[in-house]
């Protein structure tokens, strides 16, 4: 998914639920506040969306322009309605948004989520596949690690769920850290020095 189609999701969720206001959150949450983010994190064609202000117009949202629809069919991408809810988010999320409006949502708003409070959530998920989206936003540093664990610590889950989380945290970018400091093959620092030319061996 692109920036210019998450804001295509927010105006078109927005006319169908008729507010003007929506909560953005999952994955594609992360275009408000990386509208570049890398591929690797950008390759579900899925926005879930949540109405502000008129959460009961939810399904209508899924039902005009969710997974199988005329519009998934025309613009490959599909908007999921679904309540925010149904998501584990760190306590004060909402003030943590990240707006976005512009032209191209003809004055409609998204909240998109905070990028730490996304990792924590998708970690609150427990998935493989929302692991590796933390692993991705942790090696591709869009996310501190610090920063995360104070998000997982604010999650709405107990103690010990929230220590194996953290410990997963903590171990996941000391992994990053070490793998990227490694020396790659034919780095001088790897390999034998040679006597300079001239000098007797």
């Known amino acids: 998914m ?5 804001e295509h999701a ?8 008729g507010d003007k206001e929506v909560w953005i959150f999952g994955s594609q949450s992360i275009l408000g ?11 579900s064609m899925e926005v879930d969306v949540d109405p502000k202000n008129h959460p009961e117009r939810v399904d209508s949202i899924d039902g005009a322009l969710g997974e199988g629809t005329q519009f998934h069919d025309t613009f490959k991408f599909y908007v999921h309605g679904v309540s925010i809810e149904t998501a584990k988010l760190p306590a004060g999320w909402q003030d943590r948004t990240v707006t976005v409006r512009n032209d191209n949502t003809r004055g409609a708003t998204g909240y998109c989520l905070d990028v730490h409070d996304l990792a924590a959530s ?15 936003l ?3 540093r869009l996310v501190n690690s610090d920063q995360l664990m104070e998000r997982v610590a604010m999650l709405p889950v107990d103690g010990r769920e929230r220590n194996r989380l953290a410990r997963w945290v903590e171990s996941t970018n000391e992994e990053i850290r070490q793998a990227s400091s ?3 093959e034919g780095d001088e620092s790897g390999s034998s020095s040679k006597p300079s030319r001239g000098t007797t061996p």
């Open 10 to 17: 927010i105006r078109a969720a927005c006319d169908v639920a």
């Open 138 to 140: 942790l090696r591709e």
């Open 33 to 43: 506040q990386h509208p570049n983010a890398p591929e690797s994190l950008r390759f």
């Open 182 to 184: 490694a020396p790659t």
């Open 122 to 136: 998708k970690l609150a998920a427990d998935r493989d596949k929302d692991r590796e989206f933390v692993r991705a």
């Open 2 to 6: 692109t920036r210019e189609e998450l």
